[in-house]
Each structure stands twice: as structure tokens, then as C-alpha cells.
């Protein structure tokens, strides 16, 4: 299985000549989903195991050597190596020292989605800081804001399985560049088409999807919320709800009715830069075509109100009764179906064991500039309060806010590339450059965080690793087999954190656990031999190894032609997990918590509308690479050539550029209070005007070191804590 972050979780097929050498990697045509196809990166995925450039040794930084940006190619200048056991020794050493003297919560471990296997994204690591009381961190990065929302609306992640796609007869991708990275639904949207069903997109970009489209509306971005709330005006003001699902399957319509009169074409307008008339058009067709699929995807999330947004768009779908068809509905993220034992596998009752004797402080990933900074605590108002996995017995089985914690003395990174990622790109140098921050990170490559690292450590990629994961974009459980050995020293991470828990004296047998019982203990695998999680209870690990997938129970029986098949049709039928067990409009939970229960549009602070737009009047888009994976990929040549025509480019509407004396090709210089970066100017008139957009790259690969994140901030969403990396004013100049 492909572990990178993207909800096609692709079957993938290694061919491994004689020597134990990778000469060949495929897409697995044995894979519905799959379809014996892989995307542009990961069918050059040879050139990333085999790249000249992979980090294969223990790497220590030499001393005198200053934490700082270091120059491509001349990183390992800064290093030298040492064995496993040197390292191991010494990192468990200094962790120690720093425990005892600024107590456990001053450990900090940084890590998403640079692997989303089971036991890669989160297993052995999680236990090894749980029994170490380190602090915890809130992986709000990317999706929280919109997970978070779907889930006050429908109670579970779920949505219509990507093979239903190919039946509906109008596609809506809002936020979605399914051809760029969801490529895998691309099929099923080309066949719909062939039917005559019609693609919509919206997106501030134009994607590769967008020029795909049959129409491509360039929303500007954060006004998402408006747009859904004038569409549900229209629905409404013209009758176009379906009644009957309505009064059997949700709660607060009402209320919800009565809100959305004062979202009229005409005011949603002005927000959205859209005509009246093109709400008015849009939501007639997404209301009177069926089947009509919502594929709603975390870019619109990432802005001030992306939480609300999301909460907004994922309701049209109730509106209409789009889930009572096959081929109809949608969806965010379908993880909600895999309910992997993950308490078996975290071991959050490991932080009882630790010094703490309850579970450690949260700390935002978001916020990891503030959490750095040399200034005392350096946790001020950090983290959500929110925990991973429960605890039920005991003292303190809640942890505290980041408040009255010890400052971070050490941070450790695996599975992310913060000095690249991370919003307020300048905040976090400035912290990762403590000369009394301990940083080690386990890493493939050296990037914008290996520079400020006191050790580096060999990861393996997914070919030299076994782990086991279900998707966010169908309904397939996976068993990633190790395709060949790890080339160098490169380690896993249960391998890593295994070995660490060992080193620091910690003497559960948990430690010592090998990845296949690890793969039992994700699926829960009872007596039997038989998994016990819920929908996963006819899969067996003999199986899994046979077949390399197999399809959830409930999808199981209701493939496409599947013989006496019933469509899986998500929140159609049963009792939702939901306070009133329905789809609710108006939220319970958010009214539990003192808000609105309704939803309602406001713009960002940082948008046209915001004060601050005085003086950055542009909305900045730092936007992903279809070639990348974040930052993953951003190293490869073969890769950057793919990307070339966008590569350290600053588009702009041209009325915009015109109004600041800048044309096509000019060096330009882009900056707010945060930071500035330089890039070389690209008119684009599918841009709103009003918005620029610069694609997020390494830091390293720009002369003047600096990335998109150098302007972005650490401001959180409204729901779920996360980061708003597209709500974010600049001005640009020539420079
Ligand atoms: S990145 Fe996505 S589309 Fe590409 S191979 Fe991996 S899972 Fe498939």
C-alpha cells in the first residue's frame, strides 16, 4: 500500500530482482480502486528509495557547527556519523536529563501524516512519549477544522464509496483537485461524464480538475461558507428541498430555514465575487440533478471559518436528500469506516506509568513557533485541551492545557518537516535555533528541519517497512508488506521507538512488540484469528496477506455488481452518532458549548474585508503541488521538473500586477508583518483579483531561504484548532 498522505491509499506492486534490488513498482490492477495505476509521484518512486540523496546513517551534528539553514547538497558538511547505538544511547540520555530537570512535558514530539500507515502515523512513537509523559500534540495541521465539522453534522466520517461516483449524473468538487490528488476517483468522474453527467468545480485555483470542468467557478477564498448558505436561500425560496428526507432524517431545519433568508443571492455576491445569477444557476442544478455527488476536500478548511465552512457545504446534501441515491452524496474523508484498535495500539494507559502518573499537556501543531520561542514558558494558551485515547482510571486522567507546563527543551520529529510545514515559517526557525532546544529528527532527507537538527536519523520509506492502512478515499482495508531491506541504516519508526523505550529502562513487554503482532493488534485479531473491530470482522491476517486487501463488510456487500447487492447508502438509513441521532443543521454539541447552533458566514480576519487589508490588501493562496505531497517529493529533480512551469513563480491576477507596475517574469518581492519571500512574477487571469498564489516548496530551494510559510500565520480555525494557512493578507512590490 501506498502510505503517503492521500486518500487513494493505492495497491502498489514491487518488483524485486535477485540482488533484493527494487526494479520496478506498479499500481496493483487486482485493486478496484487502483486500477492498476499510480499517480505522477509515486510511479517515480525508485528515484526517491534509490536517490543518491538519502540519508542512510545515524548523523550527529558536529560540534561548533551553529543551528541554521544550510546550503542543498552541502547538508552532511554539517554532520558526522555515528552508529545506531551511539545514538540511541545518547538520545535517550539527554531525554532523560531533560525529564528530570524540566519534568517530561518539556519532550516534545512533532509528526503527521508523512506516513499514514497504522503503525507508522501513530504506535510504537505514541507509546514511547505516553510512558514518557512527554507532552502530547495536537495534529490539527491539516484536516481537524473539517473533520471536526463533518462530524458535528453526521456524526462519523463516512461518504458514497468512490466506485458509486461513476453513477451520478452532476459531480460538485468544491475545494477538490480530484486529478491532482485524488486521481483514483478520476475514472469514476470520466465515466459519469460519458454518461452525460457534468462536472462543477470550486476553487480559488484552477487546478488541472478545474480545467477539467464543465464550469469552474474561482470563488475567493473563505467566502465558501457564503456561497453554500446562498444556495440553501435559493433550494429553500424555491422549493426545491426534499421534505420527506428532511423531516425523517434531520434535526433543526427550522431554525436552519429561517437563517438562510438572510443570505440572498445578491449579498452572497459581493463575498464570493460570483453573479447572482451563477448562485442562483448552481444551486437549481446541484438541487434538480440526481444523482448528484458533493466532493468537498480540507483546502477550504484552512482558512479562519473553514470549520463553519465545511460545516455549511456538508449540510447541502441533507437539503436535497442527495444520500437516499447510489451515486449521490459525496463526502470529505471516508476514515471514519476503519475502526482500528488504536488504544492497543497508542497505549495511552502507558501515561499512567510515567512520572506524571496522568496523561501530559497538549500542545497545536500550529502553534509550534509559540511553543519554541525563547520566551519563559513558551506555551502560552498553547493546545485545545484535547487528548488522544482515554484513560479511565486513576488520578489526572484529563491532561492540562499547555498552561503553567514547562517550556520545550526537546523537540523530536518524525514523519513531518516542520521547518517547511509549519504556519509562521520565521517563528519556528527562530525557535528551532535555541542553542538549548535538543532537536533529533528522524528523517529520508535532508530538509528545511534537519538543518536546525542535534541528530539525524534514517527513515525507511513504505517499501522497507510492513504496516497495514485503510484509505480516506475508499472503503479497503491494506496490508503493506516489507518489499525489500531498508537500503544504508535506515530504521522504521517502530523499529526507532522500540529500541528508544528499551534504552530509557521502560520495561513493558510493549516495546519489544515485532510489526506483524502490531498488525494484529490494529485489527484486533481475536482467538479465532478473526479480526473483532466493527465491519472488519471476516478479515484475517492470512487473508490480508493473500489478497493485499479486502474490502470492509459492509462494502463488501454492496459493490457494483455484486449479486443481491444494497447499495451502501451513508446516513441514509441508520441512527447517525449524533446528539439527536440525525443530521443535525443545528448543532447540539456547538449549543452545549455556548454557540449558535446554526451556521452563519463571516469573513476572515485576514481577507479583503479585514482591517488589516489597509495596508496587504492581496489574499495570499499558498497552495499545494499536484506533484508533491506537501513537501514530500519537492527534492526530486524529476519530480521538480513536473512542477517547472509553477517553480518558485508568484501568480497574479494581471489587473493587480498592472496596478503595481509588475509584468510577467519581473522579480518580485512578497511580504506582511511576518515575514516576505521573493519569487518571479506569472500573470493568471483565472485568478480572482484580489489573490496571488505561490506554491508551498522547501524553504531551501529558494535563494533567500524563505517558503510560503514565512507569511502565513499561527491563527487557528474556529472548529478544530487547525491551521489557516489560506486566510493570509500580503502586498507585493517589485524587488
Ligand atoms: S500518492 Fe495517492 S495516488 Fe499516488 S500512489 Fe500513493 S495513494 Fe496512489
Redesign the pocket.
Known amino acids: 500500500m501506498?502510505s503517503?498522505d492521500?486518500p487513494?491509499?493505492?495497491g502498489v506492486l514491487v518488483t524485486v530482482d535477485g540482488t533484493g534490488r527494487a526494479v520496478k513498482v506498479q499500481g496493483d490492477p487486482g485493486h478496484p480502486v487502483t486500477q492498476g495505476f499510480?499517480?505522477g509521484?509515486?510511479a517515480k518512486y525508485l528515484d526517491r528509495v534509490y536517490a543518491p540523496e538519502r540519508v542512510l546513517y545515524p548523523l550527529k551534528r558536529k560540534s561548533g557547527v551553529a543551528k541554521g539553514p544550510l546550503k542543498r547538497g552541502e547538508e552532511h558538511k554539517a554532520f558526522e556519523r555515528v552508529s545506531w547505538d551511539e545514538a540511541l544511547d545518547s538520545i535517550a540520555e539527554r531525554l532523560r536529563a531533560v525529564a528530570e530537570e524540566f519534568g517530561p512535558e518539556s519532550i516534545l514530539p512533532y509528526s503527521y501524516a508523512g506516513t499514514i500507515g497504522q503503525l507508522g502515523y501513530g504506535s510504537m512513537d505514541r507509546r514511547f512519549f505516553h510512558r514518557l509523559g512527554a507532552s502530547q500534540l495536537d495534529r490539527t495541521i491539516c484536516s481537524e477544522a473539517g473533520g471536526e465539522a463533518w462530524k458535528l453534522v453526521y456524526g462519523k466520517k463516512l461518504g458514497t464509496p468512490p466506485e458509486d461516483y461513476a453513477l451520478a449524473k452532476l459531480v460538485v468538487a468544491w475545494g477538490a483537485n480530484i486529478h491532482g490528488n485524488n486521481?483514483?476517483l478520476w475514472p469514476m468522474i470520466e465515466q459519469a461524464r460519458r454518461a452525460g453527467g457534468r462536472l462543477i468545480v470550486i476553487d480559488p485555483y484552477r487546478t488541472r480538475t478545474a480545467a477539467l470542468a464543465d464550469w469552474h467557478i474561482a470563488i475567493r477564498p473563505g467566502t465558501d461558507g457564503a456561497l453554500a448558505l446562498g444556495m440553501m436561500r435559493v433550494i429553500l425560496n424555491e422549493g426545491l428541498e426534499d421534505r420527506a428526507f428532511i423531516a425523517e432524517r434531520t434535526h433543526g431545519f427550522e431554525g436552519l430555514a429561517e437563517r438562510v433568508k438572510e443570505y440572498t443571492p445578491a449579498r452572497v455576491a459581493e463575498w464570493t465575487g460570483m453573479t447572482a445569477a451563477e448562485i442562483e444557476g448552481l444551486a437549481r442544478e446541484y438541487a434538480t440533478t440526481w444523482p448528484t455527488a458533493l466532493r468537498v476536500n480540507y483546502g477550504l478548511q484552512r482558512t479562519e471559518y473553514g470549520g463553519e465552512a465545511m460545516r455549511t457545504i456538508a449540510m447541502l446534501p441533507a437539503l436535497t436528500g442527495a444520500w437516499k441515491h447510489r451515486g449521490g452524496g459525496g463526502g470529505l474523508s471516508l476514515s471514519g469506516a476503519f475502526e482500528w484498535d488504536e488504544d492497543a495500539l497508542r497505549r495511552p494507559d502507558l501515561a499512567m506509568a510515567s512520572p506524571l502518573k496522568r496523561l501530559a499537556r497538549t500542545v497545536n501543531m500550529c502553534e509550534l513557533g509559540e511553543a519554541l520561542e525563547e520566551r519563559g514558558s513558551g506555551v502560552s494558551g498553547l493546545g485545545s485541551g484535547r487528548v488522544e485515547g482515554t484513560v479511565t482510571e486513576g488520578p489526572g486522567t484529563t491532561g492540562p492545557r499547555a498552561l503553567d507546563c514547562p517550556p520545550v527543551k526537546a523537540l523530536f520529529v518524525y514523519n513531518s518537516n516542520p521547518g517547511a510545514v509549519a504556519p509562521d515559517q520565521n517563528a519556528v526557525r527562530r525557535g528551532l535555533a535555541r542553542t538549548d532546544l535538543f532537536t533529533v529528527v528522524h528523517e529520508q532527507f535532508f530538509n528545511d528541519t534537519t538543518d536546525y537538527a542535534d541528530y539525524v536519523l534514517p527513515a525507511t520509506t513504505f517499501l522497507e517497512h510492513t504496516d497495514i492502512q485503510g484509505a480516506y478515499g475508499h472503503y479497503y482495508v491494506g496490508l503493506s508488506e516489507q518489499a525489500i531491506e531498508p537500503p544504508g541504516e535506515a530504521r522504521s519508526n517502530v523499529w526507532l521507538f522500540g529500541q528508544l523505550g528499551q534504552r530509557m529502562g521502560f520495561e513493558e513487554a510493549c516495546f519489544r512488540d515485532t510489526p506483524e503482532e502490531m498488525v494484529k493488534q490494529a485489527l484486533g485479531i481475536g482467538t479465532d484469528g478473526h479480526s473483532q473491530n466493527p465491519g472488519m470482522e471476516h478479515i484475517t491476517l492470512e487473508d490480508l496477506k493473500e489478497r493485499g486487501h479486502i474490502p470492509l463488510a459492509f462494502h463488501r456487500n454492496a459493490l457494483i455488481g455484486h449479486s443481491g447487492s444494497e447499495p451502501f447508502l451513508p446516513y441514509a438509513g441508520e441512527k447517525l452518532a449524533t446528539p439527536s441521532g440525525k443530521i443535525e443543521f443545528d448543532s447540539e454539541v456547538l449549543k452545549a458549548r455556548g454557540s449558535d447552533g446554526l451556521p452563519r458566514f463571516k469573513p476572515p480576519t485576514e481577507s479583503r474585508w479585514g482591517e488589516d487589508a489597509k495596508r496587504y490588501p492581496l489574499e495570499f493562496l499558498s497552495r499545494k503541488a499536484d506533484n508533491y505531497?506537501n513537501s514530500t517529493f519537492a527534492n526530486l529533480d524529476g519530480h521538480r521538473k513536473m512542477e517547472a512551469q509553477t517553480n518558485q513563480r508568484l501568480e497574479m491576477h494581471p489587473a493587480d500586477a498592472a496596478a503595481r507596475g509588475i509584468g510577467e517574469g519581473d522579480a518580485v518581492r512578497i511580504w506582511n508583518d511576518r515575514g516576505e519571500m521573493r519569487l518571479t512574477a506569472m500573470l493568471n487571469a483565472h485568478l480572482p483579483a484580489g489573490v496571488v498564489a505561490g506554491k508551498l516548496d522547501w524553504g531551501k530551494m529558494n535563494a533567500d531561504g524563505a517558503n510560503v510559510n514565512a507569511l502565513t500565520s499561527q491563527r487557528l480555525t474556529d472548529i478544530g484548532a487547525g491551521a489557516t494557512f489560506y486566510s493570509t493578507l500580503v502586498e507585493v512590490g517589485k524587488g
Request: charged share 15%.
Open positions: 501506498c503517503h492521500c487513494d491509499s493505492c499510480l499517480c509521484k509515486v486521481v483514483h505531497m
